[in-house]
T-cell receptor, first 115, second 112 residues
């Protein structure tokens, strides 16, 4: 069974802390994504990666960075957490491919609270 | 990027077919229609996708109009576990990356 796992379901951090959110997939997918989800705003893409060490900004990259050192792992980093980064964070992965066939598989999400 | 419009919420009786509409009047020729759903406290789950032909899998059917400006997701026999937010997404043509843009979706409430 395909699997995307995220390091924590719930996380509480203080303002100014450096926060690492880890995502691991076991499907040998090239593409990996980080979204955040907020009430009334839906899912918004933060960053994505289509290969090891490759990354591209999504729609809301400010305040975040990412790391993809290995194909199966994609990390989201909050260099200095702020209260407006309190949110649900979702990781996803997919195969590459033209033609719309690349279904995204999502992890269960990490609910981050920044105090 | 093509934009989608969905009703905010819908109700359906358990055991009946749930028909969820989506308008995507600005869709371009090389864009696919995807449907995902998100059950409370879980990550989104892929349901089905299509280009111009109707599609069916074990979860649902997708009916796309001939002009491709709208589509309908059909859950043939809705159960209480189908209560979720359903997202209709038009996949932007962004090369290899498969980027998806999620809108607000339709909250489907299946009632006993």
């Amino acid at each position: 069974d395909v699997k995307v796992t995220q390091s924590s379901r719930y996380l509480v951090k203080r303002t100014g802390e450096k926060v690492f959110l880890e995502c691991v997939q076991d499907m040998d997918h090239e593409n990996m994504f980080w979204y955040r989800q907020d009430p009334g705003l839906g899912l918004r893409l933060i960053y994505f990666s289509y290969d090891v060490k490759m990354k591209e900004k999504g729609d809301i990259p400010e305040g975040y960075s990412v790391s993809r050192e290995k194909k199966e792992r994609f990390s989201l980093i909050l260099e200095s957490a702020s209260t407006n980064q309190t949110s649900m964070y979702l990781c996803a992965s997919s195969l590459p491919g033209q033609g719309g066939s690349n279904e995204q598989f999502f992890g269960p999400g990490t609910r981050l609270t920044v105090l | 990027d093509a934009k989608t419009t969905q009703p905010t919420s819908m109700d359906c009786a358990e055991g009946r077919a749930a028909n969820l509409p989506c308008n995507h009047s600005t869709i371009s020729g090389n864009e696919y229609v995807y449907w995902y759903r998100q059950i409370h406290s879980q990550g989104p789950q892929y349901i089905i996708h299509g280009l111009k032909n109707n599609e069916t899998n074990e979860m649902a059917s997708l009916i796309i109009t001939e002009d491709r400006k709208s589509s309908t997701l059909i859950l043939p026999h809705a159960t209480l576990r189908d209560t979720a937010v359903y997202y209709c997404i038009v996949r932007p043509f962004s090369g290899n990356t498969g980027k998806l843009i999620f809108g607000q979706g339709t909250t489907l409430q299946v009632k006993p």
